[in-house]
């Protein structure tokens, strides 16, 4: 029997209240399915999101089941494909990958069938989706901004401080609305302003005033941002700014197409403008702080085995002066007592750390225990090695010859021996594509890495790690080491086999030493892989 994922979705409330709500799909899509014979093995559902990408929490969790490996259903069925992507270069080649792992998409409002003509005409379906949807986007985007010229406000979350409020239009049933102060939030937005402009607070030190009293950002911690967000947001002096950035990409949008809206001030206008000053008066930019030399080799890939959260990097006063040290994030943005990890001097958990990649992780036999596991990987993916592929090909190659010999010699052809033929002449051609893209191939690279390449390459990073006359490349130190992981004096660090293969084979075909510009260029084509040294050597 044939299995079945259903998936519905709609993109906003509006819709979800109307004909195109998730259960009206779901009770069609299973009507169609008990009508087929399918068996539903799997239901999936966004609310309130657009198709336009695949930023979509339960199409990323159906995908993945997929393109597992054997795919979890046979078919995936949407009421449309509209409901499916909207964007047909993206539709087609979520289709073809699909096919490819043995699973079909099916619409069961645009049946189509699976040949040339119903592939061409998916995609038209799909196509004319995209231009609605950029319609429909275009003509949504001018109604808001005409309700924001209104004084309304659009529908999102209010900012902190502001609440939203209905309001009934005389001769009309649908309701606008509008923003109106939250008299406690709006307590604390003065509160923040005043401790900014009066005392020698900054926003890190205001955040963890609030957090030590227990006042919280709608359920969350105060961060920096969150308070420099206030500080900065015009809407608190009664003016609010809609259309200033770009939905979509986030990109700040020319200041002829903003909207303003005027609301009711939580501060005066001097007030707001005052601190402006203050602001920018402390702004690295304009007061040039010393610049520090320290190359901050982890921030970035250090994080906090308590919180979870990055460490990174602070100073302290000392008997030798200043240092610098890795703190955890959380205690620094936020307050210290959220968090009961302890920092570390960045000097000497450096030196450690290269130390431990020089000696115990980089080492010829724990990279070439990694490299066995990656060919090991790639086989049990399917993968084939050159070897393999050319006594493949050979032996279609035989198979075709003697079929002509015997075609030469008068044989009578008929339509099995026109099957058989046509098989092996496709099966050769896709045997001599692998053959022929092979060669720039991560697998080829990783199945060329012999001992000597891998003692070669482990002896000239060492000597990178280990050199103190000159600072190891953060950038590519990052490539090969994707977190280091520090919790009660214990470091974890994990990183990727496919990056340290790419870059072993790089060092190799440029017989030169390791630069980081030029293995991270190499390394575009490496996927990364969630693994560790922590575990055993095989």
């Avoid at 050199?467 to 990052?478: E, G, R, V």
Wanted: glycine fraction near 6%; aromatic fraction near 8%.
């Amino acid at each position: 029997m044939i299995r079945a994922a259903l998936y519905a979705r709609v993109s906003t409330t509006r819709q979800a209240e109307k004909q195109l709500s998730v259960p009206d799909q779901f009770r069609q899509m299973r009507g169609w399915c008990n009508k087929e014979g399918f068996k539903i093995v799997a239901e999936f559902k966004d609310e309130g999101l657009s198709a336009t990408d695949d930023r979509r929490p339960d199409f990323q969790r159906m995908m993945a089941q997929a393109y597992a490996k054997p795919p979890a259903f046979d078919v995936i069925i949407v009421h449309s494909l509209s409901r499916f992507f909207r964007d047909h270069l993206e539709l087609g080649l979520h289709d073809k990958n699909l096919r490819k792992n043995n699973v079909r998409l099916i619409s069961i409002t645009q049946i189509t069938d699976d040949d040339a003509n119903g592939e061409l005409i998916r995609n038209i379906n799909a196509l004319f989706d995209g231009y609605q949807s950029k319609e429909t986007a275009k003509h949504t985007l001018r109604s808001m901004l005409e309700n924001a010229r209104q004084g309304y406000h659009n529908g999102s979350k209010p900012p902190y401080g502001f609440s939203v409020k209905n309001v009934q239009l005389p001769g009309r049933k649908d309701v606008k609305k509008v923003l109106e102060i939250d008299q406690e939030e709006a307590e604390v937005v003065r509160t923040i302003f005043t401790q900014y402009f009066e005392s020698s607070n900054g926003v890190k030190g205001i955040a963890a005033t609030l957090n030590e009293r227990g006042i919280q950002n709608r359920g969350k911690h105060w961060c920096n941002s969150m308070i420099h967000d206030i500080l900065t947001g015009t809407i608190y002096m009664g003016e609010r700014i809609f259309n200033r950035h770009n939905w979509k990409t986030g990109e700040l949008k020319p200041e002829s197409e903003w909207i303003k809206v005027p609301v009711e001030a939580i501060m005066s206008e001097e007030i707001f403008l005052l601190v402006q000053e203050k602001l920018h008066s402390r702004s690295p930019a304009v007061s040039h702080p010393r610049r520090l030399t320290s190359p901050r080799l982890l921030t970035g890939i250090l994080k906090c085995g308590i919180c979870g959260s990055n460490m990174t990097m602070a100073t302290g006063k000392g008997e030798g002066g200043t240092y610098y040290y890795y703190r955890c994030s959380t205690k620094t943005r936020k307050n210290v007592r959220l968090c009961s990890s302890r920092p570390v001097r960045m000097d000497k958990f450096d030196k450690r750390v290269m130390e431990a990649l020089a000696n115990i992780i980089f080492t010829p036999e724990r990279v070439e225990a990694m490299m066995l596991e990656l060919r090991r990987t790639f086989r049990e993916d399917g993968g084939t090695d050159l070897k393999t592929l050319k006594r493949r090909q050979e032996a279609l190659q035989l198979k075709l010859k003697n079929s002509y010999r015997a075609i030469s010699t008068g044989i009578e052809i008929d339509q099995f021996f026109r099957e058989e033929l046509e098989n092996l002449k496709r099966q050769e051609t896709e045997v001599s594509i692998k053959i022929s893209s092979y060669q720039d191939s991560p697998q080829a690279a990783v199945e060329a890495i012999d001992r000597d390449t891998v003692e070669i390459f482990c002896k000239t990073l060492r000597s990178e790690l280990l050199d103190t006359s000159k600072p190891f490349s953060k950038q590519y130190l990052q490539m090969l080491v994707k977190e280091i992981v520090l919790k009660d004096g214990t470091a974890r660090i994990r990183g990727g086999y496919f990056p340290l293969a790419g870059a072993i084979r790089y060092s190799a075909e440029k017989k030169k030493p390791i630069t980081a510009k030029s293995v991270i260029g190499f390394n575009g084509i490496w996927r990364p892989r969630d693994d560790s040294n922590v575990r055993p050597l095989p």
